[in-house]
């Protein structure tokens, strides 16, 4: 079952490096507010990572549990991909690591991280560091501008044990 679509359409692709020893998700930020991008995708990461910090599921047991954080440190491999738009409401769950800021960009992206043998995915924060032998970083990012569609990060009035400040959504909007 469907419950919502919305229309959009692709303008632009922006690619860039990313410097060594910079954080993934602040780098990802600061160029969506560089490039001002309202709403778009991220169609591609692809690099190296030295320090791994996801929020991923750590209990089973409830679908209703709030994520929990993994930390990894060495060589990992990372490739991701999500969503861009923007946050309408302030939103902080320290136990996930997970916190957005009204009036900020909003970012929802996935990660898959491979470390000697072990494979994670999970939700970027805060504390994945780009790692590379070069100064000149080959960690390299593709982010989709589109036009037409807007993705608001909302917070519900519904609560829950797990979501006692609310519970976190996209609000998909048809523009024009």
Do not use: W
Not at 155 to 175: F, N, R
């Amino acid at each position: 079952m469907i419950d919502h679509i919305v229309r959009a359409k692709p303008t632009e692709i922006i690619y860039a490096q990313l410097s060594q020893g910079a954080d993934l998700y602040q780098s990802l930020l600061e160029l969506i507010r560089k490039e001002n991008i309202r709403t778009g995708l991220v169609i591609d990461i692809t690099g190296g990572l030295s320090k791994v910090r996801l929020s991923l599921p750590v209990q089973t047991t409830s679908v209703e549990a709030t994520p929990g954080i993994i930390e990894l440190s060495g060589t990992a491999e990372a490739s991701g991909h999500g969503i861009i738009g923007q946050t309408l409401e302030t939103y902080e769950s320290p136990s996930s690591g997970i916190t957005n800021n009204k009036g900020e960009p909003y970012v929802h992206v996935h990660v898959t991280i491979q470390q000697a043998g072990k494979t994670l995915c999970g939700h970027l924060i805060d504390g994945c560091i780009i790692r590379s032998i070069h100064k000149k970083s080959h960690f390299t990012i593709a982010l989709m501008r589109t036009e037409g569609a807007l993705i608001n990060f909302r917070v519900s009035k519904d609560t829950t044990s797990a979501y006692p400040k609310g519970i976190p959504y996209h609000q998909l909007i048809q523009e024009g």
